[in-house]
């Protein structure tokens, strides 16, 4: 008679299933199946407190300046929205529909210069400067590539305008702003680049003070040219959009500078900035870069559909999602700091063959953005009608952005969770299928379920946000479940055979 038995390696981690016929000794037995137990005991266990209060504290005191500058480049946009907002509904949803379409190369710009960040993480973890240089060099060139296409590409769209259903006014307000602010991507762009380069070599308050500098320029500005103080002529929605060209051109100058004549990174930074591009370090970064880009053009592209078929219910409605939006945007800089600082501890980990540090920096991201979510998410839930009201004053226009936000407290902890898994995928190279997870999630579930309940059954901008929502859920559902499983292997090769 034969019997299956289960044996345990008393030594190893081995587990064998056996299979013994009547009368056989244990040495004339016939192995069935066994599988190696170190591969998956990890998916069950949890670093140990102690591991995650000192990852989560080295991920903090990194992410804090992060936060800080990407919610000082949010403030840009608040101090838009609220002084645009002033001068009536149509300017605002003109700036919205511009800033929408704009929404695409900026996604692409902060994809490409991504790589600069993750290859610089990686190269201070294997202790090659060599190979930092070239990637800010490098990284610049292909910012300034693509900000050269988006302001050739704006000339060349402002006259089919009409095409994308908007209000006559609305499009008719747009064309100068916009053409305006497009130019304004190529020192954007190069901003993100030398950004990222700071970042990722562990000094980023340097980078940070110079973009609040910025940010304050940007302001004061605004409220000169819109409005026509200190003797200047009140230009409106072009003087928003000249105000910007200018603080982001003094940004990229004020960067540079601080970049060649810093002691703390000269030996990461190119000697020779304008010597001819390196094609292997170009095709590292565009290796990375693009699918960067690609995961973050399906999310963007997808709230820009969102937003153009949101305009076709009426520039009330357009307004409203812009006022949800931005406040959206300017919370979830906070786990995106979070996410761009674990894609730095997890490329200096993965530079350095440190694979034991990367689950404990997982886990602690996570911790620290569902904690962060949560506190939003009931503020927001508590509050919309006040927060609705710094930006809007017509009651129509407030009460829809309100009921927006009450929906936006729904899925921000989904939103923090996609976000700094994706972030830390990045650290370890892995931006392939992460980039068609979000393509297939963003396109395939959030615009037709949001298209179906807000035109379908007559739901409205609510709609969207809610197809948008269940989308933002699956994609940190799936790109979570991708991540445990990549850092919960002991093997080094593990994590880098995977497929990414």
């Given at each position: 008679m034969?019997?299956?038995?289960?044996?345990?390696?008393?030594?190893?981690?081995?587990?064998?299933?056996?299979?013994?016929?009547?009368?056989?000794?244990?040495?004339?037995?016939?192995?069935?199946?066994?599988?190696?137990?170190?591969?998956?005991?990890?998916?069950?266990?949890?670093?140990?407190?102690r591991t995650l209060l000192h990852e989560g504290r080295g991920t903090l005191l990194l992410a804090f300046p992060l936060i800080a500058g990407q919610v000082s480049q949010m403030l840009v946009g608040l101090s838009d929205t609220m002084m645009i907002g002033r001068l009536g509904v149509v300017p605002l949803a003109a700036s919205t529909f511009a800033n929408t379409i704009l929404y695409i190369p900026l996604m692409i710009g902060i994809g490409m210069t991504m790589a600069v960040s993750i290859r610089v993480s990686q190269a201070r973890g294997a202790g090659d400067p060599a190979m930092a240089r070239e990637a800010l060099r490098n990284g610049l060139l292909i910012?300034?590539?693509?900000?050269?296409?988006?302001?050739?590409?704006?000339?060349?769209?402002?006259?089919?305008?009409?095409?994308?259903?908007?209000?006559?006014?609305?499009?008719?307000?747009?064309?100068d702003y916009f053409l305006i602010v497009a130019v304004s991507m190529i020192p954007a762009i190069g901003c993100m680049a030398i950004k990222n380069h700071a970042d990722a070599m562990n000094h980023p308050w340097p980078a940070f003070w110079i973009s609040l500098g910025g940010v304050v320029l940007n302001i004061l500005l605004n409220w000169i040219l819109i409005y026509g103080k200190l003797g200047a002529p009140a230009l409106g929605l072009e003087g928003a959009?000249?105000?910007?060209?200018?603080?982001?051109?003094?940004?990229?100058?004020?960067?540079?500078?601080?970049?060649?004549?810093?002691?703390?990174?000269?030996?990461?930074?190119?000697?020779?900035?304008?010597?001819?591009?390196?094609?292997?370090?170009?095709?590292?970064?565009?290796?990375?870069?693009?699918?960067?880009?690609?995961?973050?053009?399906?999310?963007v592209s997808a709230f820009v559909m969102a937003t153009f078929l949101i305009g076709t219910l009426g520039k009330v409605s357009l307004a409203s999602h812009?006022?949800?939006?931005?406040?959206?945007?300017?919370?979830?800089?906070?786990?995106?700091?979070?996410?761009?600082?674990?894609?730095?501890?997890?490329?200096?980990?993965?530079?350095?063959?440190?694979?034991?540090?990367?689950?404990?920096?997982?886990?602690?991201?996570?911790?620290m953005g569902s904690l962060f979510s949560l506190c939003s998410a009931i503020l927001v839930f508590l509050f919309p009608n006040f927060i609705a009201g710094w930006f809007v004053t017509e009651p129509e226009a407030r009460a829809l952005a309100a009921s927006l936000l009450v929906i936006s407290a729904f899925f921000q902890f989904s939103d923090a969770m996609q976000i700094i898994s994706m972030g830390a995928l990045r650290g370890v190279d892995d931006v392939n299928v992460p980039a068609w997870i979000a393509v297939f999630t963003y396109w395939g579930i959030s615009i037709p379920v949001g298209w179906w309940f807000a035109f379908k059954l007559n739901w409205g901008a609510s709609g969207m946000w809610w197809g948008i929502t269940i989308g933002l859920t699956i994609t940190a559902l799936f790109l979570g479940i991708r991540l445990w499983l990549k850092v919960s292997h002991r093997s080094n090769t593990d994590i880098s055979s995977s497929p990414g």
């Open positions: 034969a019997r299956l038995c289960t044996v345990f390696g008393p030594a190893t981690n081995l587990i064998e299933f056996r299979l013994l016929s009547s009368g056989q000794s244990e040495e004339c037995r016939t192995t069935w199946f066994s599988f190696d137990s170190s591969r998956f005991y990890p998916l069950m266990t949890l670093p140990s407190r910012a300034f590539i693509v900000g050269l296409i988006t302001a050739l590409g704006a000339m060349a769209i402002i006259p089919f305008f009409s095409l994308f259903g908007q209000e006559a006014e609305v499009t008719n307000s747009a064309g959009g000249i105000a910007t060209l200018t603080a982001r051109t003094a940004t990229l100058v004020a960067l540079i500078h601080w970049c060649r004549d810093s002691k703390t990174v000269h030996d990461w930074v190119p000697r020779n900035w304008f010597r001819a591009p390196d094609g292997p370090s170009m095709r590292s970064l565009v290796k990375v870069g693009l699918p960067a880009s690609l995961q973050l053009l399906a999310e812009q006022v949800a939006i931005t406040c959206v945007a300017t919370i979830f800089m906070v786990p995106l700091g979070l996410s761009m600082a674990i894609t730095v501890r997890m490329g200096e980990a993965w530079g350095a063959g440190n694979r034991e540090r990367m689950r404990p920096l997982v886990v602690s991201g996570w911790l």
